[in-house]
Structures are given as C-alpha cells and as structure tokens.
C-alpha cells in the first residue's frame, strides 16, 4: 500500500470555526459575510495542492441532536447558539465544497469526528495511510502507525511521537486524558478537581482509567501534588469518569454509504465556483478559475448614474446618444422570454462611469411619475432603427427581439460584448455581464437576485423599486461599454480573431432574431395523438418488464433497477457508481441488452419515455399563442467550437434515428400554400478533413463524388470498390467518423463489437491508405501543445487549457479536442456564413420564403409552393458557395409538407 496515496479526512466543523474566529470580518461590497468562506475554502485548497493523488473528504455534523445528547443531555449544553454572521455562510461554504468535487458527509444522530473515525479506522485496518486535518484535540486519540494528523493553520504534523510528545502520553490514553480532566468546551464534566498535570501524573503512573480504579490504593503513591488526598475523590466521582470516557470517546463502528475505497475526487463544477466566488467576490480565486493571468486591478471609475424621470431630461439624452461615436444600450423588461417580454426601462451610456436609466413601466403601488412608453419609445425608434449610429450591447439579440415587439427593428449594431469575450476565448470564462466585470475589470456588479430576490417570490423588473432598479440598469449600460473598451482591443491584437467576430459573429445577431421571431409551425393534434401511442406503448413494456423480472417495481430507480437486474437475475456487474453500487447507467444497459431482454426492454423504456416527456407532452405547451408556433432561443456563445446550440425547446436533440423520433419531425409543418425544404451539407467534416489534411486518397474520393464510406471500406479491406459490402462501409463509416472524433481502437472495438486488436488492425491499415491523415493529426497535436489552441480554416481559436497538463487522460482528452475542434468549428462557421448569405438574398425580397430552422449542418426554409424549384437551386449555390474548400461542398436539399418529409 505504500504507493498508494494517504486519504485525506477533514474536520469542516472545526474548520468553520477556526476560519470564523481567527479571520477578521470579512465582507463583500454589499456587506455579505465571507471570512469564514474564505479561510475554510482557503484551507481546502491548500490540502488539495499539497495531497494531489489524494481523495479529499470533507465531513461536517449535521443538524440535530447526537447519541451523546441520549446519553448525557447536558452535553454542550453551554455552548451559544451560532452567531447569525457564521450561520449565513454555512450554505456557502457547503455549496463551494461539492462544487470543487470533494467527497462531502454529513450523517445525523453522530459528529464529524465520529464519521471521520470510523473512515480512519477502516483504512487503517487496510493499511492505508489517513492524513486527518483538523485543529480538535480530541481527534488525537485516533492516531495510529497509518493515521496522521495535520493542523492547516499552524502546518504542524502530528503521527504517534508527536502526540506522545505534544501530550506526554500515547494517543492510546487520549480518552482516558480526556474522561479525568472533563471539556469544558463540550461540557463534558469529567473528575472535579483533576486537571490536566493530575491527569498525566495518573496515567503515566498506573495507566488508564480501568487500570487506575483497578489500583485506587496506589495513587496515594504517586509523585505529583495532591495525590495522597485523590483516591476517595476518584472513587467518589467514578460514575463521573465513565460517562466522560464515554462522551469523549469518537465513535469507529458508523454505519456509512462509504467505505475509504469510494471516496473520490470529482471534476469540479467549474460554473457553480464562478457563481460562488462572484458572489462572495473572490476576485483572485476567479480569476484563477477562469484563467488568462494575473486578476485586474478594479478600475477607478467615478461613476455618475442618473435616474431620467423628465422630458427635459430625456431630450437632453437623446441630444448625447444622436451625436456620440458609439453608445451602450440595454433594455429592462417584464420577461425573459424574448416573444412576450416588454420594454420595463432603457439605459444607455455614453462614456464611461456615465450612465442613464429611463423607468418606463414600473406599475408597483406607489412607483414614481415615469415618462410615458409608447411616446418614449416613439421618440428612441429613429435612433434605434438608424444603421448609422454604432450601438454596443451585451446579448443584443434579446434586445432586439425585444423591440421588435414595440414596432422597432433594432439597426446598427456594431458590437455585443458577449461575442467578444465568446470570440476572444470561447472556453475561458462564461461570457454572462456579471463574469465578464469580474474578469476583464476586476469590478463585481449588481446582481439580479440582489434587487429581485430568489425563487418562487422574485418580483420581475416591473415590480422593482425605481431607487434600486436605477442603479442596477445603468451599472449594465456603463459596464457593457467598459468591457468592450477592454475587449475590443484584444480582438485587434489578434486579427484572425476580430474577422470571425466582425464577417460572421455579430452579423447573424439579426439572423438570429429574425429566425427566432419567425418561429416553427406544429400540428399540437399529431403530438397530442403521439403522446397517447407512446403512453400505451409504455405501460405495455412496464408490464412485461415486471413479467420479465417477476415482480412489479419502479422501472425509473436506480436502486430497485439494480436490486432486480443484480441480486434478483444476477446479471454481471459491468460498472459501478461511485458509491459502489452497480451502475445501471445506459451504456451499462447497452452492453447488457446484447444478451439479456430485460435491460433491451428498459433502454427502450427510458428512450420513449424522455421522446414522451420532453417532445410529445412538452412541445405542445411551447407553442405560443399568439403566432401557433414555438419559438426556439439560439446561442451563439454556448458551445466551445462555434457550433450554435438551442433550448426552450431544443431543437438539436430531436432523435432521427428512431421511427418515434422521425414522428416527432413530422409534426413541424408547412403552412398552407407552403412546403417545408431542408437543405443539409453532406459529410461536411470528412470534407473538411479531406482539407486541411490534403491527403490525395481523400481528396480523389470527393473529387470524383465516390460514396467515401465505400471508398474507405475498399482500400481498408482491400477489396473494389464495387464488391464492398454493407457491413464494410459501415465499418468503414465508424472509422471515418471515429477518427475525426478521436476514436480509439478500444472505442471503435466497442463501436463494431470487435477485438481490440482487429480494431487497431483497421485503424493502421486507414492510415497507411491515408497517410495524410495521419500526419495532419501529428501536425495538429503538436501544434496544440506549442501554442495551447487550434484554429478553424475562417480564424476561430479553440484553446485547450489541458494539453500541457499532468494528468495523462486529460492530456489524452485534449488530444481529441485539438483534431476534432479545426474540423467541427469550420462546419460551424461555414453554416453561420450561409446563414447569412441565404439571409441576405431572402432580404431582397425576391422569393417567398423565410429560415425556421437551423439544426447542426441544416437549414430549414417555409417555402411557397410554387416557387420550391428555384429556390432549392438557389439555396445550394448559397451554401455551397459559404467555403473555397478544395472539395466540393455537396448540398442535398429535401421537400416536404413536414420536417421528415424534407429531411
């Protein structure tokens, strides 16, 4: 076991306290109580550093009273209560905790020291080394030739001599020290009159406590003062004694979910900590977390934020924003649904730390005289709707669908801070206002929870006090133009960098919203009949789930899945949860349903069950009611290789693969007189590959329109082409797609169900026919790890903080990323740039047809019937045309009364 690295066993309650009391009061700038947060996480992270190959638990009592209340009611019973400036920072602290990935347990009816006892000693029956970290003595009882522990505060480190040492007895004899001499901490009473000199004079003496009450009559005996005299008072209190024994004694026997060999680290919540520490306002951990140097110097900006309730005043703004160069601009509103949302207030700023905001709608009881909207509005919409005048904002597409429901089509847009920070480094930072303040200006903001509230009770901005919505929404405005004056310049510094931001990026921000708007037609009665199949066709598997296992049970438990599939049929156990119960995940069940039918019953369950509950039931309820359509939201700052992603509802997951899938595509319809036409890049990363490799085996076959599935199978298998078989191309296909995704032998092995080592026999034999390939992946791997990121063929850079790391897996990880990324992110910009050309010919107005869709490499087009023919035409010379590849880009466009169809 010695090369197996020690568990680590933290005492959080006794962090949390010692952090509260040794650090000064600390607050953030709207007066929240972090010092305790801070020495506690500080403390951890500390540990992690210094036990890297570690698992680091983190163990805190629970709420409640113990078995040591049971057994003596007045156990800590003086303790005061938790001041109330400690209590707030409890949640935090426990929320940071599981957000780092560190084990965290806390289990009722017993202390922290109990739990972490019974971990120490099982792992010291193991052999295997525990470091404890706490500053408790109590928890020195519990070293052993394993068991260490460690004070992070002083940096002490305290094994079986060091206690022996510190103490001048064996940790074998701490209970008994502590049983004689009492706590007052804990109220623990121990023998009146005894101390800690007449403590160790008994012990080291005659011994414990069952060897002293065995020899009352030799303590008279002993050397040190007021031992003639002690023997009657230790008779007398013996009752005393035991039950202080027994109170200070931490408990090894806890019945817990985990053993020592369960505990792990796991991959941080990288989102939560930056939530956590922008909140808590730990600038320098953030800036850590989020990477790219040293954290900024907060700016010292004089800010003067003004609060626009008169004409006078709001002309005079007017009068700024008509001849300022460039002026931020954000709209606040009453939703965050961009098709029902209305205007609340606008803020606007001109130069920094200079900022309006103008309430509009605020309708609490009591709200302040406001300017009128509509006659507002009226006045802003020639400002707005002027392409000349350079308007910055942060999610500006939101804005603009925004005022498009007040009559204004929002024009000259000249930068979003968002796709800024998004193209200046997609995988360093989320690129939401209140990070990016943190990040790039060293400034935390005011947050919305903090004027609105949480949860259920949050008041929308309409119900919000103008004194306090005043200086919120024009912090957005003024630091929106901060950010930019910071970002821009990065952008510049980069030119590749400032193309894809200024020819592809803020382009499709109008794209975007019009696509948005326009929205996607369903037939709710196909979805509604669907959902009644899928029902049925679900009680009819639960039925012969429960015949196939032989008793009913709750086909959607982990827990009695497992117990069913493991102790009742005794099926192989494949994998296990981190708990170390069987896993019944859904590769898990994948791998299973090769040979059993309960599990292939149970995939196929869960796969209708998620069709049901997230499309066919859900869909129709997303369907607005004003327009009969439902209205997606893009993102263009999500995904880390420019890929766009959607939600509410998301349009990227609609399996297509399955025939219940396929029904679901069915349901987005044409209107009458139109026709739906779906217009998909064909293989469009293999052609990519096929490029930026220039592999002349590749390149031939997409030159000469072979079926490259094909191609591939006849030179990997070495037949002609015409005698390749189905099963060939589609191993074949495997490996196309799986090496431009990094696949390995092991992963395409699983893939085909084949050995590994005919696997690696294919893979070799691919790149001996395509060597090309082979030295673009070298090439690109080196590459990555000179430079730390890779590029698409238009500029976009994906970084890959990993490719330099220690851990081999990750290194391994980020591999895959650097040969995927140049290939995936140039599909993405080249669909974002036919978007925006089929945009621009569909704004002549020469055809009747708009985009609704935008799914992965397709477009989709509500076309009129009698004009499908040219425009299918036109649209695959548009996207065709999106890339000078050195392959054809091959468009195939389909045409139906639905999306199925045309697809």
């Known amino acids: 076991m010695a090369s197996t690295p020690p568990i680590v066993l933290v005492d959080g309650s006794s962090y949390v306290y010692r ?13 929240r109580n972090t010092g305790a947060v801070r020495g506690v996480i500080s403390m951890l992270r500390k540990l992690v550093a210094d036990y890297p190959e570690s698992p680091v638990a983190v163990v805190f009592d629970a709420k409640g009273k113990t078995f040591r209340d049971d057994i003596f009611a007045e156990y800590k019973a003086q303790r005061p209560p938790m001041p109330d400036e400690l209590r707030e920072q409890i949640e935090p602290i426990h929320a940071i905790v599981k957000a780092m990935g560190l084990p965290f347990l806390c289990v009722e009816g017993v202390e922290a020291d109990d739990v972490i006892g019974t971990l120490a000693r099982q792992a010291s029956q193991q052999g295997r080394d525990v470091v404890i970290s706490t500053g408790d003595k109590d928890m020195a009882q519990l070293v052993d030739s394993h068991t260490t522990l460690v004070n992070t505060m002083t940096g002490t480190v305290m094994d079986e001599a060091g206690v022996e040492e510190k103490f001048g007895i064996p940790p074998s004899l701490i209970i008994d020290f502590l049983a004689l001499m009492g706590d007052k901490v804990d109220n623990i009473p121990g023998v009146p009159g005894v101390g800690e000199k007449t403590a160790l004079g008994l012990l080291q003496g005659l011994g414990g406590l069952d060897e002293i009450y065995a020899a009352l009559d030799k303590v008279a005996e002993l050397s040190f003062r007021g031992a003639k005299s002690l023997g009657p008072k230790l008779e007398a209190e013996k009752d005393k004694a035991y039950l202080s024994y027994e109170l200070a004694t931490i408990k090894t026997d806890v019945d817990l979910e985990q053993t020592p060999d369960q505990l792990a680290n796991g991959e941080p919540d990288n989102e939560a900590l930056v939530d956590w520490f922008t909140r808590m306002e730990f600038r320098s951990w953030l800036e850590e977390l989020l990477g790219e140097g040293e954290a900024p110097v907060a700016e010292q900006v004089d800010t003067q934020y003004e609060l626009v309730t008169s004409q006078a005043d709001f002309d005079r703004w007017l009068q700024q924003l008509q001849t300022a160069a ?7 509103t009453t939703s965050l649904n961009y098709m029902e949302a209305r205007v609340v207030g606008v803020s606007f700023a001109v130069e920094a730390g200079k900022a309006a905001y103008v309430p509009l709608a605020h309708d609490y009881l009591g709200a302040p005289e406001q300017l009128d ?8 919409k020639p400002l707005l709707e002027d392409p000349e005048l350079a308007k910055i904002g942060q999610n500006l597409k939101y804005d603009a669908s925004v005022l498009a429901n007040h009559g204004i089509e929002l024009r000259g847009i000249a930068y979003d801070t968002m796709l800024e920070s998004y193209v200046l480094n997609s995988t360093a930072t989320r690129h939401d206002m209140d990070s990016l303040a943190l990040k790039y200006l060293g400034q935390a903001t005011i947050h919305f929870e903090d004027i609105a509230g949480k949860g259920a009770k949050q008041l929308t901005f309409n119900q919000i006090k103008v004194e306090e919505a005043g200086p919120y929404a024009a912090e957005d405005a003024d630091i929106t133009l901060r950010l930019h004056q910071t970002l821009w310049p990065k952008l510049e510094e980069q030119g590749s960098l400032a193309s894809v931001f200024r020819d592809i990026e803020l382009p499709l921000v109008p794209v975007l919203s019009r696509i948005e708007r326009q929205g996607a037609l ?18 009819e ?10 008793q009913e049970f709750n086909l959607g438990s982990p827990k009695q899945l497992g117990e069913i599939l493991f102790d009742k049929l005794e099926l192989p156990v494949i994998k296990k949860t981190p708990k170390g119960a069987p896993s019944t995940a859904e ?25 049901k509950s997230t499309y066919t039931d859900k869909l129709p309820e997303m369907v607005n009611p004003q327009t009969g359509r439902v209205h997606t939201s893009y993102h263009q700052a999500v995904a880390a290789t420019g890929r766009l992603s959607s939600s509410d509802p998301n349009l990227q997951n609609i399996p297509i693969r399955t025939e219940e899938g396929r029904r679901i595509r069915q349901a987005f319809i044409a209107p009458e007189g139109y026709r739906i036409v779906a217009a998909d890049y064909s293989q469009i990363e293999l052609r990519i590959m096929a490029h930026l490799s220039a592999d002349p085996g590749l390149l031939a076959a997409f030159q000469e329109g072979l079926d490259v599935h094909r191609a591939t199978a006849a030179e990997v298998f070495e037949v002609d082409l015409e005698e390749v078989s189905a099963e060939q191309r589609r191993k074949a296909k495997a490996i196309n797609f799986g090496l431009i995704y990094g696949m390995s032998a092991f992963g395409l092995a699983k893939q085909l169900h084949l050995g590994r080592n005919e696997a690696q026999a294919y893979i070799d034999r691919y790149f001996e026919r395509y060597p090309g ?31 330099n790391a220690r851990n081999k897996m990750r290194v391994q990880a980020a591999e895959r990323t650097a040969i995927n990324a140049p290939m995936q992110g140039t599909a993405a910009d080249i669909i974002k740039r036919a978007m925006l050309a089929v945009d621009a010919w569909l704004g002549q107005g020469e055809a009747d047809a708009r985009m609704v869709m935008q799914v992965h490499d397709e477009l989709v087009l509500e076309v009129a019937a009698d004009q499908v023919d040219p425009v299918c035409e036109q649209l695959c010379s548009l996207m065709s045309g999106a890339a000078d590849l050195s392959v054809p880009l091959l468009v195939e466009a389909g045409v139906g009364d639905n999306w199925d169809e045309a697809h």
């Open 773 to 803: 390939v082979a030295r673009y992946m070298d090439r690109t791997r080196a590459l990555a790890k000179e430079q730390g990121y890779v590029e698409t063929l238009f500029g976009r850079r994906l970084y890959l903080p990993e490719i």
């Open 541 to 550: 598997l639960k039925a012969g789930a429960y015949e196939l296992a032989g």
């Open 522 to 539: 369903l037939s709710t009665e196909l979805l509604h009949r669907q959902s009644k199949e899928l029902g049925q066709r679900l009680e």
């Open 326 to 332: 460039l002026f931020a601009f954000d709209t606040e």
């Open 373 to 380: 909207r509509d006659a507002a509005l009226a006045q802003l």
């Open 587 to 611: 590769e898990v069940l994948a791998e299973l349903a090769l040979d059993y039918p309960l599990p292939k019953l149970l995939l196929e369950y869960r796969s209708l069950s998620k069709l």
């Open 19 to 31: 952090a509260f009391h040794a650090l000064p009061m600390l607050t953030t700038s709207e007066g």
